[in-house]
């Protein structure tokens, strides 16, 4: 391989205006498909197999409105003591308001809080459309299931709302299912922050803006051609609606990440007299090979969510994969491009002063010789506050977030508080229950009584009987809010303890659906799969890096710090996002549940960026190990050689998902603290203190390999020059500004 990525990088440098033509070409073909013909991204969370997805198929067949989206338009008074009883404007303004949300584009019905006013104020009560207090009124409005609905019919719903709330004398929102199916979230400065911040630290890495500016260049130009892709790669599969932003964040971080490591491996070529065309080979023959080797990685790992048999996961795992490849294709073939184009100009405009990296290297040659003077001491410590940061983990609680956690400036969540005020914290999570009758409808009215005499159940409403299909209809309403752990235990509970007593002498079955069901089906599934998806990422890292490094116990090291770093970040998530702690500092307005699929999808990226930096500090480590046999000196040396560059693209990352916590939406908040905290772990704590203090206290064992399995394991060697052609003799004598060496970093 080493040859092949020699003659790609060496072709895109000699050549650098046609390689980028044909990225301009292919960016404005995918640019200009998916704004002509791109497929509306839009959240399903079908999963097959669970319960309430068998509520859902049951109405469906039956073509129940209950089978379909729902959206909620609250209406109340502006004025404190307003009411809507005894209110002929009320009614009137209740009424042309129903009328307009009826007539808009697949509608199929909608309640009518107004007839009921109109019967008295104990039938509008009792018709569930109308709070006690007689101030808030919902309209519930039915649309057909999510394939037959699109993003216009929430934007179209909106306006509706808008207009009917002008100078009204009402306060009117609108929530529900439409929103949580089509809203995208808000997008601000946040990731601008990240990626400036991501500049200052190229800048101050490199020591010079045009250096800085090529991983930027390309993370950018990739993106560009990744994110534009979701809608077409939509056509195969359903992508939601939040794999861009995610895949952003990832494709950014990790795209930043490995042209560091090719740029800063080209710079020492350049050190070493080599010309343009050959440093830029040789860049991507070596580092080219980490990048495809992390790259790959990282995509097996998160296509490997499939394990999880939860479509949507397996569908934004596949959208984001596609936006990692195209990251390690653009490395190795439109980063060299640059390079060839920046030539030997890389370092002008430098802002080091001379021997400020030298300097560095001595710097870090130090500590690594301190970690190992004290590896007892580094490797008890650190373990034991990696453990107490993971240590909350124990109380994790898998979930959604749901209106109720969205900012107070989005008109769900002013629906969502304005309900739970009105009819209690159970109305925003209602429970759909369908019965297949199977010839038998005098079920009904005996589960109907269960469930309503459920200690967890506020209220049943009327059985909806469609004699034809064989198939009954109740609503349930639970007396706590959908966040609530005791919401889905009145789910299991009814499944497991309510139902089968009335249903054991009939041929009757009954099925609880609805969000709050199916989203405890899913965090259910997701947790009886996440041992065996982190057990299969283990053996699969376990694997590669025995083939890379002859080693058992590097492997096997490397797992056990893996799980201790990712398990960190699990800690931090619980301890913000479930307690609180610190939760006002990232903007975050009320605790929620960890969402249910994050845990799966960050140990499948953290797993291939930890191999990354795993990589580039242990190959220099075998390296020089295989020159001197000196175990100590060793370690001392790759920590010293690759700390720098490893703490940078740590920054960078940090940096890139840090920025994503400033946004509004709290998945994306959850997704970019979990990432940057694991991230500071791994390339702080993990990488540059326990990982050099356990190989010191190892000794020469961390490179033992059974004669019998070093025959039969293939060779790979990713960061070899053995195989590419001679140096080449011409020097570059006009490179301006200093081009640091690797001796040059280590002091030697």
Not at 92 to 97: E, F, K, S, V, Y
Not at 470 to 477: D, E, K, N
């Amino acid at each position: 391989m080493s040859s092949l990525l020699y003659r790609l990088g060496s072709g895109a440098a000699r050549h650098p205006w046609r390689v980028i033509s044909a990225w301009l070409v292919v960016a404005v073909a995918v640019v200009a498909s998916s704004a002509a013909f791109g497929q509306t991204l839009e959240d399903s969370f079908s999963v097959p197999g669970v319960d309430s997805q068998e509520a859902v198929d049951l109405l469906s067949a039956a073509g129940s409105d209950q089978a379909g989206l729902t959206a909620r338009v609250v209406v109340t008074p502006t004025a404190a003591d307003g009411s809507l009883l005894d209110s002929t404007s009320a009614q009137q303004m209740l009424i042309d308001l129903r009328s307009d949300l009826l007539a808009l584009p697949n509608v199929l019905d909608v309640d009518d809080p107004a007839a009921a006013l109109a019967r008295g104020r104990d039938a509008a009560v009792a018709s569930g459309a109308v709070s006690l207090d007689g101030k808030v009124a919902v309209l519930s409005v039915s649309y057909p299931v999510i394939d037959d609905l699109d993003a216009t019919d929430l934007e179209r719903l909106v306006e509706t709302v808008e207009a009917n709330t002008e100078g009204s004398g009402f306060q009117v929102e609108a929530g529900g299912d439409l929103f949580f199916a089509f809203s995208e979230a808000e997008t601000g400065p946040s990731e601008m922050i990240g990626l400036l911040i991501a500049m200052i630290v190229l800048l101050v890495a490199f020591g010079s803006v045009i250096a800085m500016g090529l991983p930027i260049g390309m993370a950018l130009f990739g993106l560009a051609v990744g994110v534009s892709s979701m809608s077409l790669v939509a056509y195969l599969i359903d992508v939601p609606s939040w794999a861009p932003q995610i895949g952003s964040m990832i494709g950014l971080g990790v795209g930043i990440d490995y042209a560091l490591f090719l740029v800063t491996r080209h710079r020492e070529f350049l050190a070493r007299g080599l010309d343009v065309v050959d440093a830029a080979g040789r860049a991507v023959a070596t580092a080219g090979q980490a990048v495809i080797f992390a790259g790959g990685t990282v995509v097996i790992a998160i296509l490997g969510l499939a394990v999880a048999g939860v479509p949507f996961m397996t569908a934004a795992g596949v959208a984001i994969s596609v936006i990692v490849l195209l990251m390690v294709v653009a490395s190795v073939t439109l980063l060299p491009a640059f390079l060839g184009v920046a030539g030997t100009r890389i370092d002008r405009f430098s802002i080091h002063r001379r021997g400020a990296a030298a300097s560095a290297g001595r710097g870090w040659q130090r500590w690594g010789r301190h970690v190992a003077d004290h590896a007892w001491a580094y490797a008890i410590g650190v373990t034991a506050l990696l453990l107490a940061l993971t240590a909350p983990v124990l109380s994790l609680n898998l979930g959604f977030p749901d209106d109720g956690t969205q900012p107070v400036s989005q008109t769900q969540r002013r629906a969502y508080d304005l309900m739970a005020d009105g009819f209690g914290p159970g109305i925003n999570g209602p429970f759909v229950i369908a019965i297949d009758l199977a010839g038998d409808e005098t079920i009904v009215e005996p589960l109907a009584a269960a469930v309503a005499g459920d200690a967890g159940i506020a209220s049943v409403g009327d059985a909806r009987v469609d004699s034809e299909a064989g198939i009954a209809t109740l609503v349930a309403l639970p007396t706590t809010a959908p966040q609530d752990s005791a919401t889905f235990e009145t789910v299991q509970r009814l499944r497991a303890e309510v139902f089968p007593p009335v249903l054991e002498s009939s041929p009757a079955s009954a099925h609880v659906g609805g969000n709050t069901a199916n989203f405890g089906d899913v965090a259910g599934r997701v947790t009886d799969r996440l041992p065996a998806f982190i057990g299969a990422v283990i053996l699969l890292s376990f694997l590669l890096l025995m083939l890379v490094f002859r080693s058992v116990l590097v492997p096997l090291k490397a797992a056990l710090l893996n799980l201790l770093s990712i398990g960190a970040s699990y800690g931090v998530l619980v301890a913000v996002f479930q307690w609180g702690w610190g939760k006002d500092l990232i903007g975050l307005e009320t605790t929620i549940p960890v969402v249910s699929f994050i845990p799966m999808f960050l140990f499948a990226i953290l797993f291939g960026l930890s191999m990354d930096y795993e990589v580039f500090l242990l190959s220099r480590v075998r390296e020089h190990y295989v020159e001197t046999g000196d175990n100590d000196a060793s370690v001392v040396h790759g920590l010293a050689t690759t700390a720098r560059v490893i703490t940078s693209a740590a920054l960078i990352m940090i940096s890139v998902f840090g920025g994503f916590v400033l946004g509004s939406d709290p998945t994306t908040k959850m997704f970019g603290l979990g990432l940057a905290v694991a991230i500071f772990v791994d390339a702080t704590i993990v990488r540059i203190v326990l990982v050099p203090a356990t190989m010191k206290l190892l000794g020469d064992a961390n490179w033992w390999l059974p004669a019998w399995l070093d025959r039969i394991l293939p060779h790979v060697d990713i960061d070899s020059e053995a195989s590419l052609p001679g140096e080449s003799e011409r020097a570059v004598g006009s490179v301006e500004g200093p081009v640091e060496t690797e001796r040059a970093l280590v002091g030697r």
